[in-house]
Each structure stands twice: as C-alpha cells, then as structure tokens.
C-alpha cells in the first residue's frame, strides 16, 4: 500500500508539473491575441520570496520541536501510511515519511517542502496579479500580502495540509485567470493533476473548486464551462484523488462528520461564529487585509475587474459558509493572495486615473506587514517548543520502566488524544517506549492492540474513556510541561497505569473511536 501511495502520487506530481510547463511554454489558440500584461517584477517578487523562504528554511531548522499537527503527520507517514485516515489525506504524511527516511529524525528537513510551498506561494500570487494586468508596483504589493499573512508566518514551515494548502489554490486560480487572458486550453488540462494532488493533501480544495465553477456559472466567464478540457481535467482530479475517497466511504465518511467538531470547539478556540468571522479576514495580515476588502470592492465597482468577479464571489460565498459552520479561521488562506492581487491591481487603476491622494500609505501599511509578521514567527517557536513533548515522553518513560519486566511485553500505551499519542509516536530513536494507540481523530481508525495486551499505561485527564476495555486505573505519574506558552505552574498531562482487560480490544475499539481532540 505504502509503495502505491508513493508511485500513484509520484506519477499524478510528474504529469502535473509536465502539463504546468507546457502550458507556459508553447503557445496555443488565440495567444496571437492575448492582451498584453507587464512583465513579471522579477527581483521584487523573487527577493521577497527569497526571504520568506530564507526566514522560514531557519525558523525551520532551529526549531526544537513539533507542532502537534506536524507530529501527527510524522506518525502517520512513519508509522501508518495509507490512502487516508480520519481527518486529511496521505499526501502531508507522505511527504513527512519521504523526508524522515532521507534524514531521519530530522526537522530541518522535515520543514523544507513546506519552507518552499510557502515561498512560492508568494510567486503564484504576484503572477495573478500580473494576469489581472497589475504592474510592477500591484505585483510587489501582492507578493509582499501573501508573505506576511498572519497564518502564512505562523505556520509557513511546519509540514501539514493547511500550510501547503495555500499553493495549490493559488495554481489553480493563477491557470484559471490565465486562461481568460490567452484563451490557451492546454491551462485547463493543467487543472485536474494540479486539483488532484491538492484534494490528495486537503479536502477544502474540492469544495473550493465546486464553488468557483458555481461562481462562474452565475457571474461568468460561462464560455469556460463549454470547454472539454475543463470537463477533462475534471475526470483526472476525480481519479488522482478517488484512492482517500475510497478510504473514506469505507470508514464510514469521518471527515463528514469533522464537521461538527470543529463547530463544537471554535467556541472555546476562537470565540464562536464571531471570531471565525473575523479570523478568516485578519489571518491575511495588515496589507493582506486591505487589499482583501478593496479587492471584493474592485470586483464590483472596477469596469476592467468586474470580468473576475467570479473569484470575489468564490470568497464571499465560502466565508459566509465557513462562518456559519464555525469553521477555522485559516480556512481562507489560499483566497487571500488572489484577493490581494485584485485590490492591488484596483488600486493601480485608480492611480493611473489620477486618483493619488492616499497611495503614500501604502508603505506604512508595508511596513507594519513586516514588523507584524516578524513578531509572528519567533511565537511559532514558542508553539512548537519541545516542552510538552519531553515531558510526556520522559512520564510514560519513568513509569514503564518502573513496570515488573514480564508486565512490560503485555504493556500498551493508550493516549486520550490523538496530540499524546502522535508526541510519543514520534518519539526519538532509543527511548525504548510501547506500542502507542489511541481512540481519538486518525489513531481511531488505526487497528486496535493486540488482545493479549492486557496491562495499560494511559496518558490523559479522563481514564474514564477507556473504562469500556479496562477499570482500576492509579495514578502513576503527570509529566513536566517544560518551556512553553502555558503559564507557569501549570499542571502537566496525568499518566495512569492499570491491568485487567474488561473485553477484548477488538470487541471495544469501536466504543474507543472519537473524533475529538481528547
């Protein structure tokens, strides 16, 4: 299974990046009467990314420890690759398993493939706005918004799905606004691969890309709808990205039913629909966030960008649907580049009519893009420190070892959340832990221990979700938060130990299976 993840992901990539580069490189039908765009801001856009990829390839390589996330990515592209598990797709655990079998261990390495989605990101989006005829400045400005994204800074380097999300998005919008100027379809055959590999990495895409063909059905360009290519590319992404979708179905849909978690906990994580309103705007940074709104602005007033207005329509539409789901707040990231360019290059009209009177702001908003996203990322570090981590493993360390040596070989650890159990599962080479499981999201839907494991070491607040299979939980210990944002004395994760089975694990994991946190 593992290998044909690898080569079916590997393949889909090859034609992917083949169809990208022939699309930019051989003209097509109707390129003779492409309008004419400025020429790409080469050395602004290209030192802008430069830096970004620069700040976060070091920020990367001097981290000392994972985001939670990015440790369950880790464990499961180690540990439990397969075509999907309960809430992402294989291909951000693919990658993790990729760079942990070239340098293992290593989270230098592990953050490259992020560090570069994220720099180029900020390439893709200059390139919409040059398609949409921004000029040098409208390319730099939108370059410099997608960079200093409050979310883009936060995460840019850690390997999971919403950091290489935003790349794909932009892709599929920069071949999209392309196709409109050159009319070319070898663009709209790049789509498929391009929706397919990034379905393989975040589901979002697929409603992202359901509603901008809806977009386009209500406010044009209609004329796209006609073209097979489209229809074409289609049918690829639906088999590139079928293998999780099959997974899926065959686990009962879990990522359906995600839905309602995340509803259920952006209350206490982001205050309700009301902070989710908000965050799914001010994630795009200071400049991100201005020329966001002029961009839905710009689509309806600007004559020259009402032909795009499908993409202002595209944002509207999933914020008002991400708001009443209660959704995450970054859940708009990959829009807020293309957005940018739109208000960047509105803003440019308006200065080509004369209209000049507030354009000095424009470098102070700049600059305080830049200081706000200089501060972001050293609060990354601080997410990601190795505090937690050290002290769950060195609790559930002490009391294994602590264990008889016969009670060890019947030992399981089971953590109560998904976060425990990807910490432990991550463990580094020779810390000599147990077997690791857990009920909780993707480890749910891992097979449960074997039945002859009938001694538990148990990491989490509340034994209580295991007293199905086992009771007569102690404590045994509660690990050291070590250096983190948590305030200082604040209480560590408990470390309960028990034996006795109740019934058989494979006759209770089910019970187990929860798609909470934990």
Known sequence: MRAAVTTGVTTALTTALTAVLAAGRRPGPGTGTAAAVPRLARWPVGLIAGAVAAVHLVAGSLGRGYWFDEALMLALGRHHLDWGSADQPPGAPLLARIADTVAPGSIAVLRIVPSLATAAAVVVAAMIARELGGDRRAQTLTALAQATGIWVTLAGHWLTPYTLEPLGWLVLVWLVVRWMRVRDDRLLLALGPVLGLSGQVKFQVLLFAAVLLLAVLAV??????????????????????????????????????????????????????????????????????????????????????????????????????????????????????????????????????????????????????????????????????????????????????EMPAEQRDRTVVVAESYIWAAFLDTAPPGTGLPPVVSGSRSYGYLDPPPDDRDSVIFVGERPETIAPAITGLHRAGVSDTGDTLLPPGSPGIPVWTGSGLARPWSQVWPELRTLDVG
Not at 241 to 256: N, S
Not at 283 to 305: E, H, N
Not at 373 to 397: H, N
């Open 220 to 401: 044009g360009p209609r004329d796209l709808l006609g073209r097979p290519a489209l229809w074409v590319s289609a049918a690829v992404a639906t088999v590139i990205v079928a293998p999780t979708l099959l997974w899926q179905a065959a686990h009962g849909w879990p990522q359906l039913r995600m839905g309602a978690v995340v509803t259920a906990e952006a209350e206490a994580l982001y205050g309700g629909r009301p902070g989710v309103a908000l965050g799914l705007l001010w994630m795009a940074g200071v400049t991100g966030l201005v020329l966001v709104v002029a961009g839905l602005v710009f689509a309806v007033r600007d004559p020259r960008l009402r032909r795009y207005g499908f993409l202002a329509l595209t944002f509207g539409a999933l914020w008002l649907l991400f708001v009443i789901m209660a959704g995450r707040p970054y859940y708009l990231g990959g829009l807020h580049g293309a957005l940018a360019a739109l208000g960047a290059v509105g803003f440019q009209h308006r200065r080509e009519s004369g209209h000049r009177r507030w354009s000095w702001t424009v470098w102070p908003g700049a600059v305080l893009s830049v200081l706000a996203a200089a501060v972001t990322v050293p609060v990354s570090a601080q997410l990601a420190a190795p505090g937690i981590q050290d002290g769950v493993i060195a609790a559930v360390r002490q009391v294994w070892t």
